[in-house]
């Protein structure tokens, strides 16, 4: 009997411990065939190491965004072509990650990649790092497109993360297939509901989004 209550508890605490606050979801239970490619959830970010908070490769958005999202995704594959997503729901814990990263000034392992030309000293500064993220809110989203045949990202110009002006949509630097892939990105996405980020191709918040002042810190599981 005793075993039998310790399994009990054990259930209780566990289906506890996965359930989301009211009104997220998981977005694959939304979107079964999307690509998820959390990269806080790994090394290849530009701090170089797993993000606090980050336990688990599950992309998190609130339910609003996840629908949105999913006539997004809907439209992209008439033409054979998917979304890639590297970020969702943020919780405060990581965004405060990063603020202390930010601080270790000889910290630098993955500069060359995502921040060559700028230096870490001036990251605050430049706005790339603050102490509060709309990714927190769970209706912010970073992400691109890509083939549906092959799974390859469709060329943006620049690398998802990059800190530097090659990432502004507007960047004059690109070329013409480039700009015509970031338009295409910012065209669906607006069309769905989506604002962007001008300083950012990938990063995309969905109009009247329902937790416009709430920080949340639960959790990716």
Not at 14 to 21: G, K, M, R, T
Not at 42 to 68: M, P, W
Not at 141 to 165: A, E, R, V, W
Not at 173 to 184: A, I
Request: with cysteine; charged share 20%.
């Amino acid at each position: 009997m005793k075993f039998f209550i310790t399994l009990l508890s054990c259930l209780i605490g566990f289906l506890s411990f996965a359930q989301l606050p009211e009104g997220f979801v998981y977005a694959k239970d939304v979107i079964p065939d999307l690509d998820v490619e959390l990269r806080y959830y790994t090394t290849n970010n530009f701090v170089g190491k797993r993000i606090e908070g980050y336990y688990s490769n599950k992309l998190i958005l609130t339910k609003q965004t996840a629908l949105a999202l999913k006539l997004v995704q809907e439209e992209l594959l008439n033409n054979n072509l998917c979304l890639k997503v590297y970020d969702g729901y943020r919780p405060q814990q990581a965004v405060s990650h990063f603020v202390r990263w930010a601080k270790i000034l000889n910290d630098t392992i993955n500069k060359s990649v995502f921040y060559p030309n700028v230096e870490k000293k001036n990251l605050f500064r430049a706005g790339y790092i603050a102490s509060k993220s709309g990714h927190s809110r769970g209706s912010t989203i970073d992400l691109t497109i890509i083939d549906g045949s092959t799974g390859k990202p469709l060329n943006m110009g620049s690398p998802y993360d990059f800190f530097g002006q090659e990432s502004w949509v507007n960047f004059s630097g690109v070329t013409k297939k480039q700009k015509e892939n970031r338009q295409l990105l910012q065209t669906i996405m607006q069309k769905h509901g989506f604002r962007n980020y001008p300083k950012e191709w990938w990063h995309f918040t969905l109009r009247h989004e329902p937790f416009s002042k709430t920080y949340f810190d639960f959790l990716i599981e």
